[in-house]
């Protein structure tokens, strides 16, 4: 595209004087890519806040009238038509994105902040601001809000009460196509809607859940032993999970150290020691024990074994070397051997 976001905020600047210009680029970051305060540009200026304001008041409307005669008209349409095939919205973030390959100068500094400016001095399209629960977003409107608010709504309702069926990967397309099929809407749409809301989130694993979800979108060092124990569906030491959380947490610098992980399995009932500093997970059927008790446990469920049908049954329950269990059986005091070879546990 022949639009040019320097020339159009350059040529918008030349209507006001060099004070009007200051307040502008500080107020809007166009210098430096900060949006400074009334009082910020006020204590620079030795002029008090309301004067500032003043100012910002006069240098608007001058930029109003400029923009009439400066048409923004190519940068507005190119802007409507874009949010039109998304959906007439989109999250800030995303939007600029698209935006950086449909202009002439897509890489000139504080791009963002340029874009903001002009559009909101054409007043077209409406600006929404975070809050907490939407990103900051764009969009044609009210009609395009009240589509996207209605598909973020339902999702969220039908992802609460299937909540198993969402974490765990299965008919996810069936669960977002029921919710979007009330709605009319085209996939991409959808997702475009769904992207503007903070309800949702994908964690490193690409599991797609609700924010609140500790699983999805883990906070704790405990939620975060969770979710690898769940990943690797083995269990592991302690210190390899304090190590792979470590590996795949993002954007934190505070690492997570290996006695704290050690003290937040054991506080937790979903944990299973099942070895010597080994963890894993109560809902893979994983029972507490030492190698011996486990033993114990597996022939009084099944009577009499074989040392090798012994093996097959203990060693799909936990990892144990083949030596711990033959060691084990040697025991007089807890096993004994029946004469057709088969152990049972001792009545001694």
Same mark, same amino acid.
């Not at 022939?299 to 083949?322: A, I, Q, T």
């Given at each position: 595209?022949?639009?040019?976001?320097?020339?159009?905020?350059?040529?918008?600047?030349?209507?006001?004087? @060099?004070?009007?210009?200051?307040?502008?680029?500080?107020?809007?970051?166009?210098?430096?890519?900060?949006?400074?305060?009334?009082?910020?540009?006020?204590?620079?200026?030795?002029?008090?806040?309301?004067?500032?304001?003043?100012?910002?008041?006069?240098?608007?409307?001058?930029?109003?009238?400029?923009?009439?005669?400066?048409?923004?008209?190519?940068?507005?349409?190119?802007?409507?038509?874009?949010?039109?095939? %998304?959906?007439?919205?989109?999250?800030?973030?995303?939007?600029?994105?698209? #935006?950086?390959?449909?202009?002439?100068?897509?890489?000139?500094?504080?791009?963002?902040?340029?874009?903001?400016?002009?559009?909101?001095?054409?007043?077209?399209?409406?600006?929404?601001?975070?809050?907490?629960?939407?990103?900051?977003?764009?969009?044609?409107?009210?009609?395009?809000?009240?589509? @996207?608010?209605? #598909?973020?709504?339902?999702? %969220?309702?039908?992802?609460?009460?299937?909540?198993?069926?969402? *974490?765990?990967?299965?008919?996810?397309?069936?669960?977002?196509?029921?919710?979007?099929?009330?709605?009319?809407?085209?996939?991409?749409?959808?997702?475009?809607?769904?992207?503007?809301?903070?309800?949702?989130?994908?964690?490193?694993?690409?599991?797609?859940?609700?924010?609140?979800? /500790?699983?999805?979108? /883990?906070?704790? *060092?405990?939620?975060?032993?969770?979710?690898?124990?769940?990943?690797?569906?083995?269990?592991?030491?302690?210190?390899?999970? @304090?190590?792979?959380?470590?590996? *795949?947490?993002?954007?934190?610098?505070?690492?997570?150290?290996?006695?704290? %992980?050690?003290?937040?399995?054991?506080?937790?009932?979903?944990? *299973?020691?099942?070895?010597?500093?080994?963890?894993?997970?109560?809902?893979?059927?994983?029972?507490?024990?030492?190698?011996?008790?486990?033993? @114990?446990?597996?022939?009084?469920?099944?009577? /009499?074994?074989? /040392?090798?049908? #012994?093996?097959?049954?203990?060693?799909?329950?936990?990892?144990?070397?083949?030596?711990?269990?033959?060691?084990?059986?040697?025991?007089?005091?807890?096993?004994?051997?029946?004469?057709?070879?088969?152990?049972?546990?001792?009545? %001694?």
């Amino acid at each position: 595209m022949n639009v040019s976001i320097i020339k159009l905020v350059t040529n918008l600047l030349a209507a006001l004087d @060099a004070r009007q210009r200051d307040v502008i680029e500080g107020r809007y970051g166009l210098k430096d890519g900060n949006y400074k305060t009334l009082a910020e540009i006020g204590n620079t200026c030795q002029v008090t806040r309301e004067r500032i304001r003043q100012i910002e008041a006069g240098a608007l409307n001058a930029l109003r009238n400029a923009a009439s005669k400066n048409s923004l008209s190519s940068l507005i349409d190119l802007v409507k038509n874009h949010l039109q095939n %998304v959906g007439g919205l989109r999250r800030e973030e995303l939007f600029l994105a698209d #935006l950086k390959m449909m202009v002439a100068d897509g890489n000139a500094p504080n791009f963002g902040n340029k874009v903001r400016f002009l559009l909101e001095v054409a007043g077209e399209p409406k600006f929404g601001c975070e809050n907490q629960s939407m990103y900051n977003y764009w969009y044609l409107g009210e009609e395009n809000k009240k589509k @996207a608010s209605a #598909l973020i709504g339902k999702l %969220v309702k039908l992802m609460n009460s299937r909540r198993e069926q969402v *974490v765990n990967h299965q008919d996810i397309d069936k669960l977002f196509n029921e919710a979007i099929k009330p709605h009319n809407l085209k996939d991409l749409v959808a997702l475009n809607y769904i992207s503007v809301s903070k309800d949702f989130h994908v964690n490193t694993y690409g599991d797609f859940g609700l924010a609140n979800w /500790p699983e999805v979108n /883990p906070r704790t *060092v405990r939620d975060w032993a969770y979710l690898i124990l769940k990943k690797k569906q083995k269990p592991l030491h302690f210190s390899d999970i @304090a190590g792979e959380i470590n590996k *795949v947490r993002k954007n934190s610098v505070k690492l997570a150290h290996i006695q704290t %992980v050690h003290n937040e399995l054991i506080k937790d009932s979903r944990f *299973v020691l099942v070895g010597r500093g080994m963890y894993g997970l109560s809902e893979f059927g994983l029972l507490p024990g030492t190698a011996r008790e486990v033993m @114990a446990r597996v022939l009084k469920e099944h009577g /009499p074994l074989s /040392p090798e049908e #012994l093996l097959g049954v203990v060693l799909k329950e936990r990892l144990l070397k083949k030596n711990t269990v033959l060691i084990n059986l040697r025991n007089r005091k807890y096993f004994k051997r029946l004469d057709d070879g088969k152990y049972s546990i001792s009545s %001694v």
